[in-house]
């Protein structure tokens, strides 16, 4: 796919927590912890006012939402040494792990810029393999005058890298960060954490649903080489249980029939894939295995508040099979989730989607999962 080229960068500074690392299920955790010992609850209501802030601001914000009977900074230490157990389990978000090693076998220079502070940074990163050696300069809020939405910890990463801001290329989810790159005068691609945020990040010259969508080569950097025909591969990922009854939309409103899992169960799975377009095969109790594309989605145009599993199995079946047992075996990415002008240019872009399934899945590195035991289902109540 030919992508006009941007403008030509020399390094990339990333931003940390929401961009690289899914730190905001153990944010959450904490705080609910923290939070209990003062007879509160909390509701996750305040996440968008913390994203991106530094520690301080953060503990002014939650102080005063709560009305908690402590001090920020007494906040801030107890709540960061509460942070410390956690710190193992946090995960790189979709995508981290690929651009990392990317950029860093093409020698492109690195930098973390991150409004955490310092040690809190290295601490988070000595859990994930590889990151401390690929990143030359590191920058925290506490090594800088102001932290983000000031411009000065991407400067000083800029400084430091021996590079000119206007050659900066900045990764960042949150809007103060976003603000934070275009102070600096450099460019800023943003991949929001939150989901239906876009309007609120017109700053940025980019917005990517997921780091699985950065395509280097229209910023002069060296492009992902893993794309084949449309198509990302990933480790095989297992979805599965009784079809249930959706709301009908699928058939009617697009004329693509799409069986609805309860995804019970598999919120932790779906919250480590980004909504978007998936492929792979589809195991079907008593009938046998099929090609499948589908979407996973916060759908946009039913404006659904949880993420839904809608796979399309391309063949065609002269019945409905409501409470059979489906296993998915998806194998691969193929594009964000869009909004689009009309149901019939959403239609069009299914079937297109179909084609590049259709045909992905007869390659060898995907057809393989064909014979994937967990398409194998035996009896209708499977496992
Ligand atoms: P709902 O979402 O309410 O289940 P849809 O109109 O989206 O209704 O249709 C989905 C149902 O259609 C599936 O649950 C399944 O029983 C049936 N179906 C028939 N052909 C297919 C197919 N090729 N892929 C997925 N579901 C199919
Ligand atoms: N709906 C969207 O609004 N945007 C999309 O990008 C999108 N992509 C889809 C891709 C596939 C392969 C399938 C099967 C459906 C897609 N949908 C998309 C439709 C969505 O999942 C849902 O089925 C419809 O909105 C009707 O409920
Ligand atoms: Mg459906």
């Known amino acids: 796919m030919a992508q006009p080229l941007k403008k030509l960068m020399s390094c990339v500074i990333l931003d940390l927590d929401g961009t690289l690392l899914n730190t905001d299920g153990m944010f959450s955790e904490v705080l609910k912890t923290f939070l209990v010992k003062y007879g509160k609850e909390w509701d996750g209501r305040e996440k968008h006012k913390i994203v991106g802030k530094t520690p301080l ?14 001090a920020k900074h007494e906040f801030v230490n107890e709540v960061y040494s509460m942070f410390s157990d956690h710190l193992c389990k946090v995960k790189a978000l979709p995508g981290a792990n ?22 809190t940074i290295e601490s988070k990163i000595s859990y994930q393999h590889g990151w401390n050696e690929s990143f030359s300069v ?17 400067l000083e990463a800029a400084k430091r890298l021996n590079m000119e801001p206007s050659s900066s290329l900045v990764i960042e989810d949150s809007v103060i960060g976003v603000v934070a790159g275009k102070a600096a005068g450099m ?17 940025a010259d980019e917005v990517i649903n997921s780091l699985l969508d950065l395509r280097p080569e229209k910023w002069g950097l060296p492009p992902f080489q893993d794309w084949i025909e449309g198509t990302l591969p990933s480790e095989p ?25 309860s995804t019970e169960g598999y919120s932790d799975v779906l919250s480590e894939h980004p909504s978007g377009v998936y492929f792979g095969w589809a195991g079907l109790s008593t009938r ?10 916060w759908n946009p145009y039913f404006d659904n508040a949880e993420k839904t599993i809608e796979p399309w199995l391309l063949h065609e079946f002269d019945e ?23 149901l019939e240019t959403l239609i069009a872009k299914i079937h297109e989607d179909r084609k590049v399934a259709e045909r992905a899945l007869d390659l060898p590195l995907y057809s393989k999962y064909r014979d994937d035991p967990y398409l194998k289902i035996t009896s209708s109540k499977g496992q």
Request: hydrophobic residues 40%; contains cysteine.
């Open 187 to 203: 460019e800023v691609v943003a991949v929001p954490s939150l989901p239906k945020q876009t309007h609120r990040y017109t700053a």
């Open 288 to 297: 046998g295995v099929y090609k499948m594309v589908m979407s996973i989605g």
């Open 320 to 342: 409905d099979f409501y409470d059979e047992e489906l296993h998915l075996v998806i194998v691969g990415y193929i594009r964000p989730e869009a909004n689009f002008p009309s």
């Open 237 to 261: 990922w297992y979805i599965g249980g009784p079809v249930v009854k959706g709301l009908g939309r699928g058939s009617k409103v697009l004329g693509i029939p799409t069986a609805n899992l």
């Open 98 to 119: 690929r651009l990392i090693k990317h950029l860093s076998c093409h020698g492109v220079p690195m930098a973390l810029a991150s409004n955490s502070h310092r040690a």
């Open 138 to 154: 590191i920058v925290g809020s506490d090594e800088v005058r102001t932290g983000k939405p000031s411009p000065d910890i991407f």
């Open 57 to 70: 601001e953060e503990a002014a914000i939650i102080v005063e939402d709560y009305g908690l009977p402590c």
